[in-house]
C-alpha cells in the first residue's frame, strides 16, 4: 500500500505491531485500521453519489458496496507503479488503496474537464490512473482478461531483451498483472482464451474474481455450471486457485497473499475466488427487489463487509467503538468535501469534443510521413511483389524498433525451435512473414492460439506498456471474433483515457475476393465498418509500392491501424515495385491519380484500381472516354481534396468498389460528392460494386457477384452519355 500520511486518531494504537491471528499473517493493527477507513471511505463515496445521482448532479451512479473486504486486502500486497492493474467497476475501494483519492472519484462522477481517468469521456468508476499503472477500463465486460494477459507478456519478453527493456520503460522482474471482475464476466469466452494463454505462457496474472452472485439479475447458478468458477477452473495447469469469503477481510488478506506469493515467484498465474455480496441494486438504473426477495436481502446484509469489519476491530481489541465512530465521522467528512470541490469543476467546453480521438502527436496524416517523393529505389534491384515488399518492410521496421513484436496465427516460421534448422518455415498462409522468426528470434515473432480476440487483445495489453505489436488475422472473413477488442477496447483507448494511454497496435488482415474459388469465407470485405469505427486508421493499398509505405507508416504512428492487404494484388505482376528504400513513407489521407482524364472521375481502391484502368482503357480505345483514376490508398482518412479537384475538372464521377453496392464503403464517398461539389457536377454520381450477396465458390457465379472490367466499361459509357 501507498504510505498513509493521514494521522490516526491520538488514542489509537498506530505504533503496536502486534500480529493478527491468522496462521501467521503479517497483520498489524495500524493495517487494520486504515483497511477499514478506506472501507468506510469507499462506502461513504457511493452512497454521496448515490445522493448526487437523486439531485441530477451526476449522470450514472455504479456502487462497489460489498466488495470492500477483498478491495483493500488485495491491494496490501500489490505495489502502485511496480505492478500493473486491470481493473472493474467495483473495485473502488481496491483502487483507492492504491493511491486514488475521493476527489479524483468525484471528479469523474460530475464528469469534470479534470477528471484525470478521462476527461468527462467515461462514467464514474472506470478507473484509470496511470500513475499508478491502473489502466484505462471500459464498460463490457470481460474484454481486460486478455489485455491484462498482453500486459504480463509484453513485460516477460522486455525483461530478456535488452534493446526493448531500454526502450519500453519500466520493466520489474517480479512485477504481477491484477485483472479483476465479477463472476458473471466469466462467461465470456475471452475469460477461458485469457486463462488458456496465461497458463500456456506462465505469466504473473492475478486473476480476482469477486462472486456476488449475481449479473445484473442473473444469479451464478445460471451463469456458471456447478456454480463455481473455481471449480470448473481447477484443471488449468500451473494455475493456482485460492478460494476465500471476500467480505472477510483477514480470510481474503490471506487468500491474496498466498496468490500474489505463487506470481511474483514465476510459478504462473492465479485466481483467487472471493465470495462477496451485493448490498445495492447492480447500479441506480436496476431495482432489486424486481428479481430478488426480501428474505435473501435481508440474509446478505449479515455479511456486509463493514460490519463484520468493524466487529473485528472490537474483538481483537484493536479500537474501541469510539475511535471507529471517528473514522467514520472523518471519512464522511473527507466524502463531503472532495464531493463539494468536484461539484465547482466545470465540464469539458464543446470545443474538446473530438481531441484525443486520433495521436495529436504523431498521426498518420502529418509531413514527417511523406517521403513518396525522395524514395530510394536500387536501381540494380528486380521489382518485388507486394508480398516481397511487405515483408521487407517488417523487416526493416523491426531492425529499426526493438519494440516491435509480430505475432498471430501461423506467422512464426516454427513454434518448435528445434525444428527452425531444418524446415523451410511457415511464415504465414500467405508467407507474408517467412523468414522473420529466424532472424529476429522467438521471442519478438511467435505464433498465436487459433483466437482472433486473443491476439488483438494480447496486443493492446502489449501496447499499453510500450510496446509496438504489429499482428496479423489470417484473414479478413474470420476477423469477426475480435471485433469487441478492435471497436470498444482498441480505438477507443486513447479517447478513453484522455491520451494518458494510447494503442499504437497495427492489425495486418488478408482482404477480399478475386480468388476464382475462394468462396464465402475466403473473399468477404467490410471495411465500411473499421472506416465507421472513430479512433481507426484504415488503409488498403493497391500495389507493392504503395503497400511499402502505408505499412511503414502504419507502425511508425501513434494511432491504430487495420491495414487490409488484398489477397488477389499479393503476387501480381503488373503491380510489382524495386525496393523503395527503408524510409519510404505515404501519408494517410493521400490520393494517387492512377490515370489522368478530362471526362469522368472514378474514385476507386483495392482490386479495383486494375480494372477501373483496364475499363478506362478500353473507354479510351473504344468510345475516345478519357477517365480520370482516383486512388484512394487509405481509406480512413481518405483524401477529399484530390477527389474534389478531379470532379471539378471532370464533372461526372463513378465510385468503384469490391464491398456490396449497398451501405458499402463507396455510398459514403458518393454522398460526400454529392453533399459538396453538387454545383460541379453535370450527373448523377454512379457506383460499381459487388452485388449485394456472398461470393460464391463456383467460378461462374463468382464473376456475376463481383463487379469485372465489362462492369466498368458499361458504367464509364453510360455516364458518359448522361
Same mark, same amino acid.
Given at each position: ?36 477507513? @478506506? ?25 462497489? !458496496? ?5 478491495? %483493500? ?168 486457485? !485460492? ?13 491474496? $497473499? ?8 514465476? #510459478? ?11 448490498? +445495492? ?54 466524502? $463531503?468535501? !472532495? ?47 507486394? %508480398? ?5 518492410? @517488417? ?48 521471442? $519478438? ?24 505489436? %504489429? ?6 472473413? +474470420? ?58 486508421? =484504415? ?5 507493392? @509500392? ?61 482490386? @479495383?484500381?486494375? #480494372? ?29 481534396? !484530390? ?9 461526372? =464521377? ?17 454522398? #460526400? ?50
Amino acid at each position: 500500500m501507498v504510505p498513509d500520511t493521514r494521522t490516526l486518531p491520538p488514542d489509537a494504537p498506530a505504533g503496536d505491531r502486534r500480529k493478527v491471528p491468522g496462521d501467521g499473517l503479517a497483520l498489524t493493527s495500524t493495517q487494520l485500521i486504515e483497511f477499514y477507513r @478506506l472501507m468506510v471511505t469507499s462506502r461513504g463515496i457511493d452512497d454521496r453519489e448515490i445522493t448526487l445521482k437523486r439531485q441530477n448532479k451526476t449522470f450514472f451512479q455504479i456502487s462497489s !458496496a460489498g466488495h470492500e473486504a477483498i478491495g %483493500v486486502a488485495v491491494a496490501a500486497h500489490l505495489r502502485p507503479a511496480h505492478d500493473w492493474f486491470y481493473l472493474y467497476y467495483r473495485d473502488r475501494a481496491l483502487s483507492l488503496a492504491l493511491g486514488q483519492t475521493p476527489y479524483e472519484h468525484f471528479l469523474q462522477a460530475v464528469a469534470a474537464e479534470s477528471d484525470p481517468a478521462s476527461g468527462g469521456r467515461q462514467m464514474p468508476c472506470h478507473f484509470c490512473d496511470p500513475r499508478l499503472n491502473i489502466t484505462s477500463m471500459s464498460s463490457p465486460t470481460g474484454t481486460q482478461f486478455l489485455q491484462a494477459v498482453g500486459c504480463a507478456e509484453g513485460g516477460r519478453r522486455a525483461a530478456g531483451l535488452p534493446d526493448m527493456r531500454a526502450r519500453v520503460g519500466q520493466v520489474e522482474e517480479d512485477e504481477i498483472v491484477l485483472v479483476s471482475a465479477g463472476e458473471g464476466a466469466t462467461s465470456e469466452g475471452e475469460f477461458w482464451e485469457a486463462l488458456n494463454t496465461a497458463c500456456t505462457l506462465k505469466l504473473p496474472v492475478l486473476f480476482l474474481i469477486e462472486d456476488n452472485g449475481y449479473a445484473i439479475s442473473v444469479p451464478v447458478e445460471v451463469q456458471t455450471a456447478g456454480g463455481s468458477i473455481s471449480g470448473l477452473a481447477s484443471s488449468f495447469p500451473d494455475l493456482f486457485i !485460492a478460494k476465500c469469503d471476500g467480505t472477510d477481510v483477514i480470510d481474503s488478506y490471506k487468500a491474496s $497473499r498466498a496468490a500474489v506469493h505463487h506470481c511474483r515467484r514465476g #510459478r504462473g498465474p492465479a485466481l483467487v475466488h472471493a465470495y462477496t455480496i451485493r448490498p +445495492y441494486s447492480h447500479s441506480m438504473s436496476d431495482d432489486e427487489r424486481a428479481y430478488r426477495t426480501v428474505e435473501e436481502r435481508f440474509a446478505e446484509e449479515e455479511r456486509d463487509p463493514l460490519t463484520r469489519t468493524r466487529q473485528l476491530l472490537l474483538d481483537l481489541k484493536v479500537a474501541t467503538a469510539g475511535q471507529l465512530d471517528r473514522i467514520e465521522a472523518e471519512a464522511q467528512v473527507a466524502v $463531503r468535501e !472532495a464531493a463539494t470541490e468536484a461539484l465547482g469543476q466545470p465540464q469539458p467546453p464543446p470545443e474538446r469534443a473530438l481531441v484525443n480521438l486520433y495521436s495529436e502527436t504523431a498521426p498518420p496524416t502529418q509531413p514527417q510521413f511523406d517521403t513518396e517523393g525522395s524514395a530510394a529505389f536500387d536501381r540494380g534491384s528486380k521489382p518485388l511483389t507486394m %508480398v516481397d515488399l511487405v515483408n521487407r518492410c @517488417l523487416g526493416d521496421e523491426m531492425e529499426r524498433d526493438p519494440r516491435i513484436v509480430v505475432f498471430g496465427q501461423d506467422v512464426a516460421d516454427a513454434s518448435r525451435e528445434e525444428a527452425l534448422e531444418q524446415v523451410q518455415g511457415k511464415g504465414g498462409v500467405f508467407k507474408v512473414t517467412h523468414g522473420l522468426q529466424k532472424r529476429f528470434g522467438s521471442e $519478438r515473432v511467435f505464433n498465436s492460439p487459433l483466437a482472433e480476440a486473443n491476439i488483438v487483445g494480447r496486443a493492446i495489453g502489449m501496447a499499453a506498456r510500450g510496446l509496438r505489436p %504489429v499482428v496479423e488475422i489470417q484473414f479478413f472473413d +474470420y476477423i469477426w471474433p475480435a471485433f469487441m477488442q478492435i471497436r470498444n477496447e482498441l480505438a477507443t483507448m486513447r479517447y478513453r483515457s484522455n491520451s494518458a494511454f494510447d494503442a499504437p497496435v497495427v492489425i495486418r488482415v488478408p482482404f477480399g475476393g478475386y480468388l476464382t474459388g475462394g468462396g464465402i469465407y475466403h473473399s468477404q470485405t467490410g471495411a465500411s465498418l473499421f472506416t465507421h469505427t472513430p479512433g481507426l486508421r =484504415v488503409a488498403l493499398p493497391s500495389n507493392a @509500392l504503395d503497400a511499402s509505405g502505408l505499412l511503414r507508416t502504419a507502425i511508425r504512428c501513434d494511432d491504430p491501424v487495420i491495414f487490409l492487404e488484398h489477397k488477389h494484388l499479393y503476387r501480381q505482376v503488373y503491380n510489382k515495385s524495386r525496393e523503395p528504400g527503408r524510409d519510404f513513407m505515404i501519408p494517410f489521407g493521400k490520393a494517387r491519380i492512377a490515370r489522368e482524364g478530362s471526362d469522368l472521375t472514378i474514385v476507386t481502391c483495392g482490386a @479495383l484500381v486494375k #480494372r477501373s484502368l483496364d475499363a478506362a482503357r478500353v473507354a479510351s480505345q473504344k468510345d475516345g472516354i478519357e477517365a480520370e483514376i482516383v486512388d484512394l490508398r487509405s481509406l480512413s482518412p481518405f483524401d477529399m481534396d !484530390a477527389i474534389a479537384t478531379s470532379v471539378r475538372k471532370t464533372n461526372r =464521377v463513378l465510385v468503384a468498389y469490391e464491398d456490396g453496392l449497398s451501405w458499402g464503403y463507396g455510398a459514403e464517398i458518393a454522398a #460526400r460528392v454529392a453533399d459538396q461539389l453538387f454545383e460541379w457536377l453535370d450527373a448523377p454520381v454512379r457506383r460499381i460494386a459487388s452485388r449485394d450477396c456472398w461470393v460464391a465458390y463456383a467460378p461462374q457465379l463468382e464473376e456475376v457477384i463481383l463487379p469485372q472490367v465489362p462492369d466498368v466499361v458499361a458504367a464509364i459509357r453510360e455516364l458518359a452519355a448522361f
